[in-house]
T-cell receptor, first 118, second 112 residues
Framework: GAVVSQHPSWVICKSGTSVKIECRSLDFQATTMFWYRQFPKQSLMLMATSNEGSKATYEQGVEKDKFLINHASLTLSTLTVTSAHPEDSSFYIC??????????????FGPGTRLTVL | SQQGEEDPQALSIQEGENATMNCSYKTSINNLQWYRQNSGRGLVHLILIRSNEREKHSGRLRVTLDTSKKSSSLLITASRAADTASYFCATDGDTGGFKTIFGAGTRLFVKA
């Protein structure tokens, strides 16, 4: 199947700093990428949907000025957590999809990035 | 909002036993998917079942879908310790197939 990578796999930062997480589709062009957040022992919560070349669509309750998403190319989307606080500590997972996949709405998930804000 | 609710929330069984996990959802769907997640890791796609399908098999996995009851089940036969993980169902909800909405998940522990 298609491969999606995330970088970094984990990051520790001080409160108030900004952190950028990259999501790359390695062997296919992803017109759409999704960003999820997962707290310990909980499910994945969709944060936003990112389409290449356009603004991201954020889910209700997700602050777009805090979680900046950029999908500048068909293989790269970035999530920047601005002015991070301890409550932003979580596991962030991206997924990518493209038209022409074998299955309708098939998404390929990255391995996740664990963010810890001190 | 979460689409699916999974039952049970946690399941502990002995190696060799079968594990059954259930998922209920609220809206009409085009398809339903099951994923596996090892602790602190990414998701692994297990199986997709379309709304016009009732049952699907993949190796030791068997998935059923009952659209009239808005429910699905995942059966893992002859479980192994390596099957220990969290299992999530996910649907496209009422988004027209565009988004994937995850259920709360079932944490499966298989004792060797």
């Amino acid at each position: 199947g298609a491969v999606v990578s995330q970088h970094p796999s984990w990051v520790i930062c001080k409160s108030g700093t900004s952190v950028k997480i990259e999501c790359r589709s390695l062997d296919f062009q992803a017109t759409t990428m999704f960003w999820y957040r997962q707290f310990p022992k909980q499910s994945l919560m969709l944060m936003a949907t990112s389409n290449e070349g356009s603004k991201a669509t954020y889910e209700q309750g997700v602050e777009k000025d805090k979680f900046l998403i950029n999908h500048a190319s068909l293989t790269l989307s970035t999530l920047t957590v601005t002015s991070a606080h301890p409550e932003d500590s979580s596991f962030y997972i991206c997924s990518a999809s493209s038209p022409g996949s074998n299955y309708y709405n098939e998404q390929f998930f990255g391995p996740g990035t664990r963010l810890t804000v001190l | 909002s979460q689409q699916g609710e999974e039952d049970p929330q946690a399941l502990s069984i002995q190696e060799g036993e079968n594990a059954t996990m259930n998922c209920s959802y609220k809206t009409s769907i085009n398809n339903l998917q099951w994923y596996r997640q090892n602790s602190g890791r990414g998701l692994v796609h297990l199986i997709l079942i379309r709304s016009n399908e009732r049952e699907k098999h993949s190796g030791r996995l068997r998935v059923t879908l009952d659209t009239s009851k808005k429910s699905s089940s995942l059966l893992i036969t002859a479980s192994r310790a390596a099957d220990t993980a969290s299992y999530f169902c996910a649907t496209d909800g009422d988004t027209g197939g565009f988004k994937t909405i995850f259920g709360a998940g079932t944490r499966l522990f298989v004792k060797a």
